[in-house]
Structure formats: C-alpha cells, structure tokens
C-alpha cells in the first residue's frame, strides 16, 4: 500500500472572486446574452432577487436565471459557447497573484483542484486551460435531449457541500495542503486545510 506522506498535496482553490476578479457564471450569462436581452433578462428575474433577500439561497436563485437565460440550450450548444467566452474573458477574469499561487503549487507537485459554484460546463475551459486536475462544481441538469432543463443537478456546490464533494472525491478523511477562498461559502473548505488563504488575493488583470 503506498505511504500516504508519497501522496500530492491536494490544494483546493475556489473560482469566483478567488482566482478571478468577479462572478465567471454572471459574466458568461451577460456575455452571452448580449445587452438588450440581459437588461431584459435582469428585470424578469426581479421577483426572485426579492424572493432570494427574503431566503437567501443561492441554489435557487441561479435556477432561476438559468431558466431566464438558458433553458432548452443543448448541451453541445453550451459547450461551444463557454469555449469561447474562455477564450475571450480569461485576460479580464484572472487575478495575476493568485495564478502564481496555482503555478507555484502545480511545480511543486501538488494536485490543483477548482471546487466552484459555478456551473462546471461553463468554467470548464477555464480550468483545462490551467491544466487544473480536478474540477468540483455545480452542474445543469439536461433532459433526455441533452438541453437544460433550467434547474441545477443537485445541490449548489457551496459551504459543506464543497466538502461532503471532496470528501466523496478523496475519501472522508481528506486534508487540503492549502485552500484559498474569499466568501463564507468557502470556510467549511478552509477548515480542513493546513494553509487557509482567506481573501489573500488582491491582484487586478
């Protein structure tokens, strides 16, 4: 059996606002989009932005601006255009210090983990691009023609769920090297880390 002292350090890295400078999924939606149709968009999605004040959960929050923006878009349709929009957005979104912290821990060895909120379709190209080797995530769920049905598959990938993810990836008794996070969603993560960079990147693209 191999010795667990051989084994890479696993660091965990949230995505919005962590590695980058604002929310990937808002952005995609607004890109997308285009301007009129977000403007409209935002102003249909008003009764939910009260409700969420009211309930707080996010979960159900971006349900609804998945079904306001995305609904019945097929899958391979969304692939091609989150391909894109990573092509176009990663010199705007990336924060500079926290990609040496990445680069920093990849030479070293370490296995690099994205665990995010955000829909893995849509920041999938971003973490193939940082040759990341595991991405946690959110995820659509899509009917049996492969179009989204407009809700979220599963629970949103938040709080102690970015955990009980890992925990199913690594085993129950994983331990993070390091993670670096920059809201409350991510403190549950922090805490089974040995390195807990809370808010630590400032950088601007």
Known sequence: MADPLDEPALVAFDFDGTLTVEDSFTAFLKWRAG???????CFRLLPSAIAYLIHSNRGRMKSAAIREFLKGVSRERLEADARTFAEVAAPRLFRPDALMTWRRWRASGAKTIIVSASP???IAPFARGLGCDKLIASAFAFDKDD??????????????EKVRRLQEVYGEDVRLAAAYGDTSGDREMLRIADE?????FKGRP
Do not use: E, H, Q
């Not at 301007?35 to 968009?41: K, P, V």
């Not at 179009?147 to 102690?160: E, I, K, S, T």
């Not at 807990?196 to 630590?200: A, E």
């Open 35 to 41: 301007s009129l149709r977000w403007a409209w968009g």
């Open 120 to 122: 893995d379709i849509i």
């Open 147 to 160: 179009r989204v049905l407009g809700m979220l598959a599963g629970p949103n990938c938040r709080g102690p």
């Open 196 to 200: 807990k960079g809370y808010r630590v």
